[in-house]
């Protein structure tokens, strides 16, 4: 059956994934069986390879619809992401991404199989339980910002702070921590009217950054952005990736946004086909000093064709 096959494929590379990016060192000590297909060299870029399972799917279905007219959003899909993963979501419209990004957001559950977030079974939770998931471990970037128009950048950021129920000073300071992570200090009153569109969704991420999330969930984070600011983005995912360990999953419909993860996962037909590691991702990733958003002529291999 085909999609016993995908599975299968699914659940080895999903394992193979993050020891496939790892230094070679690491890689040989790895204990995954078999193999390692097309280890890239990517110093400091890989978790470790004992790296924990954050998100599992095991045999999940999404059935909308009854009878002549269910659709199966989701087909027995098995998934494997690692902590400190990156990785990219793609497919045609209407193959399961969406329902993917929402069961794993645990905004939506199976119809069938199983999700355990960090070893915990999802659908098991109650709502209130799975609300507080999201609010602790989970932060949200959209394509649209999705920002409050009348206030400002730290309000905005502030704003999931409130309903972690953190005092008032320890809220401020943490948001204006995010907003200089993401190369905003100093922007903090402004409205979002008063920032570029790139600008805007860097709010965004900071609000999902203050949360100290676990895991970053993107779709399409730059898909009302031009190439320049999609790259600069992409940077600045990398980096959060890279040095704050915080494990991305990121939808796109653009190749070249893809190119930024280290894993790229493809849907058609709400199965996955295709599961492999991004080689040599985009952007500065191999880079050494770890530095990357603002190291344009480091000259590491990688840098080059970085833009989309
Ligand atoms: N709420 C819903 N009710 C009925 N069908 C839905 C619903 N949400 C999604 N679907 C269907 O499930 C399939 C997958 O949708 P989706 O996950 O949104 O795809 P993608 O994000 O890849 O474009 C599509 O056929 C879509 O029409
Ligand atoms: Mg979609």
Same mark, same amino acid.
């Given at each position: 059956?085909?999609?016993?096959?995908?599975?299968?494929?699914?659940?080895?590379?999903?394992?193979?994934?993050?020891?496939?990016?790892?230094?070679?060192?690491?890689?040989?000590?790895?204990?995954?069986?078999?193999?390692?297909?097309?280890?890239?060299?990517?110093?400091?870029?890989?978790?470790?390879?004992?790296?924990?399972?954050?998100?599992?799917?095991?045999?999940?279905?999404?059935?909308?619809?009854?009878?002549?007219?269910?659709?199966?959003?989701?087909?027995?899909?098995?998934?494997?992401?690692?902590?400190?993963?990156?990785?990219?979501?793609?497919?045609?419209?209407?193959?399961?991404?969406?329902?993917?990004?929402?069961?794993?957001?645990?905004?939506?559950?199976?119809?069938?199989?199983?999700?355990?977030?960090?070893?915990?079974?999802?659908?098991?939770?109650?709502?209130?339980?799975?609300?507080?998931?999201?609010?602790?471990?989970?932060?949200?970037?959209?394509?649209?910002?999705?920002?409050?128009?009348?206030?400002?950048?730290?309000?905005?950021?502030?704003?999931?702070?409130?309903?972690? %129920?953190?005092?008032?000073?320890?809220?401020? *300071? #943490? @948001?204006? +921590?995010?907003?200089?992570? =993401?190369? !905003? &200090?100093?922007?903090?009153?402004?409205?979002?009217?008063?920032?570029?569109? %790139?600008?805007?969704?860097?709010?965004?991420? *900071? #609000? @999902?950054? +203050?949360?100290?999330?676990? =895991?970053? !969930? &993107?779709?399409?984070?730059?898909?009302?952005?031009?190439?320049?600011?999609?790259?600069?983005?992409?940077?600045?995912?990398?980096?959060?990736?890279?040095?704050?360990?915080?494990?991305?999953?990121?939808?796109?419909?653009?190749?070249?946004?893809?190119?930024?993860?280290?894993?790229?996962?493809?849907?058609?037909?709400?199965?996955?086909?295709?599961?492999?590691?991004?080689?040599?991702?985009?952007?500065?990733?191999?880079?050494?000093?770890?530095?990357?958003?603002?190291?344009?002529?480091?000259?590491?291999?990688?840098?080059?064709?970085?833009?989309?």
């Amino acid at each position: 059956m085909a999609s016993a096959s995908v599975s299968g494929t699914v659940s080895g590379a999903g394992a193979a994934g993050p020891a496939a990016g790892a230094p070679a060192r690491v890689a040989a000590a790895s204990t995954v069986a078999g193999p390692l297909p097309d280890a890239a060299p990517l110093p400091e870029a890989a978790p470790l390879p004992e790296a924990a399972p954050l998100i599992e799917f095991r045999h999940v279905s999404r059935l909308y619809g009854a009878g002549e007219t269910e659709v199966r959003a989701l087909d027995d899909v098995d998934l494997t992401i690692r902590r400190g993963e990156f990785v990219a979501i793609m497919g045609p419209s209407g193959s399961g991404k969406s329902t993917a990004m929402n069961i794993i957001g645990c905004l939506d559950r199976p119809s069938l199989g199983e999700y355990r977030f960090d070893g915990v079974a999802v659908q098991d939770l109650s709502q209130d339980a799975r609300a507080l998931l999201r609010r602790h471990y989970l932060g949200f970037i959209f394509q649209g910002f999705n920002l409050l128009a009348r206030s400002s950048a730290l309000e905005n950021v502030e704003l999931p702070l409130i309903y972690k %129920g953190l005092p008032r000073a320890e809220r401020a *300071a #943490r @948001a204006r +921590a995010a907003l200089e992570k =993401v190369g !905003l &200090a100093g922007r903090e009153s402004h409205d979002p009217s008063q920032l570029s569109g %790139g600008q805007q969704q860097r709010v965004a991420i *900071a #609000r @999902a950054l +203050a949360g100290s999330p676990m =895991v970053m !969930l &993107a779709d399409e984070p730059t898909g009302n952005l031009d190439s320049q600011r999609s790259h600069e983005i992409l940077l600045l995912l990398q980096e959060l990736n890279r040095k704050e360990g915080i494990t991305i999953v990121m939808v796109t419909h653009e190749p070249e946004i893809a190119a930024y993860a280290r894993r790229l996962v493809i849907f058609t037909d709400g199965r996955i086909t295709r599961d492999a590691p991004v080689e040599r991702p985009a952007g500065a990733v191999g880079c050494e000093t770890g530095d990357t958003a603002g190291a344009p002529e480091s000259g590491t291999p990688g840098e080059k064709g970085a833009r989309p």
